[in-house]
């Protein structure tokens, strides 16, 4: 990847701390399956996934979950401190650890089926944030598991306006019982979203029948400001009600893509928050560009490596430290 197509021209090669973003969640265990390899336990959850990533790229970062007090429990807390993502939010619980079997293909995309009853995941008491973040990042299982869903949107709604939030829907049909309630949830949850990724598949699954193109229509509608659509290595595409921008992505060599979406997310996130970019306008043409530049540059590293173990920022294409 050259460093224009990573990063756009005018995104700064040092490394700054961001400012403060929250990440509500699912924290789990992924029980990685490939062809021919034994079962490997992986530390994930696109929420925890997220967070471990933005803090990899040196940013100021908080999860809000409800993590097991089981031996996983403990490997999920000691990775996000290891990483330097804030737990003062993580509520502990006796429930087992959630687990994800992630069945992998020979190309390397996953499959995913969860077990989740009576475990740690869909836990959460805590209602509202204060003070606000900058930014909130949400998505995933965080909308369908109860009632973590409800309290996700419980504090969205309570954040004042000056909070930017930013959603991954990130669907599993699977375990999604109920497709028009998560429907609901995330209409709802637009209204009040600066940014609303989703990838092709999210959108065919939400809106079955609809063309992409009327799926994002719809989000907008709802009141999504910026819808960013990805499509595996196709252009990630940016559409507001009064922009579109089109972001290629560069062939690379695929490990596995656990994680990628979610390292994306963080990348996008790390440039809007760098303190040299937190007074402009996210919505800007350039801004939009160079956050998902390095969202690109980010997951592009991710996949080339064996489940959800997102780069640091000098392992970026373009930091001037790659190897």
């Not at 471990?52 to 999920?76: H, K, N, P, Q, Y």
């Not at 900058?134 to 909070?163: H, K, M, N, Y």
């Not at 065919?204 to 009327?214: A, H, K, Q």
């Not at 990348?267 to 390095?294: Q, V, Y």
């Amino acid at each position: 990847m050259s460093r224009d197509l990573a990063f756009c021209d005018d995104v700064p090669v040092a490394r700054r701390e961001h400012g403060q973003v929250v990440v509500i969640g699912e924290a789990l265990i992924d029980l990685v399956m490939p062809d021919s390899s034994p079962i490997e336990a992986v530390l994930g959850g696109a929420p925890f996934n997220t967070a471990r990533a933005l803090a990899r790229l040196g940013g100021r970062v908080e999860l809000c979950a409800t993590i097991s007090s089981d031996r996983f429990g403990g490997s999920l807390l000691s990775a996000l401190a290891a990483d330097g993502v804030g737990v003062a939010m993580v509520e502990r619980c006796d429930a087992p650890t959630t687990l994800a079997a992630a069945e992998l293909s020979i190309g390397g995309s996953a499959e995913y089926r969860f077990y989740i009853e009576g475990t740690s995941a869909p836990r959460l008491e805590r209602r509202t944030i204060d003070p606000a973040p900058a930014w909130l990042f949400t998505g995933g299982l965080g909308l369908v598991l109860q009632p973590l869903a409800d309290r996700v949107i419980e504090i969205v709604d309570a954040l004042p306006a000056s909070a930017r939030v930013m959603v991954d829907v990130n669907a599993r049909p699977r375990v999604i019982d109920d497709p028009q309630a998560h429907r609901a949830r995330v209409e709802h949850i637009a209204g009040r979203c600066d940014v609303m990724k989703v990838s092709d598949e999210d959108l065919s699954n939400l809106f079955p029948g609809s063309t992409i193109d009327s799926g994002v229509e719809r989000l907008l509608a709802a009141g999504a400001r910026l819808v960013v659509i990805t499509a595996g290595g196709q252009s990630v595409r940016a559409i507001g009600p009064d922009i579109e921008i089109e972001v290629p992505v560069p062939s690379t060599d695929v490990v596995d893509t656990i994680g990628a979406g979610d390292t994306f997310d963080a990348g996008m996130l790390s440039w809007w928050t760098e303190p040299a970019h937190c007074d402009l306008d996210p919505f800007e043409p350039i801004a939009i560009r160079s956050a998902i530049g390095r969202g690109i540059a980010a997951a592009s590293v991710v996949v080339g490596r064996r489940g959800a173990d997102p780069p640091r920022w000098d392992e970026l294409p373009g930091s001037g430290a790659e190897k």
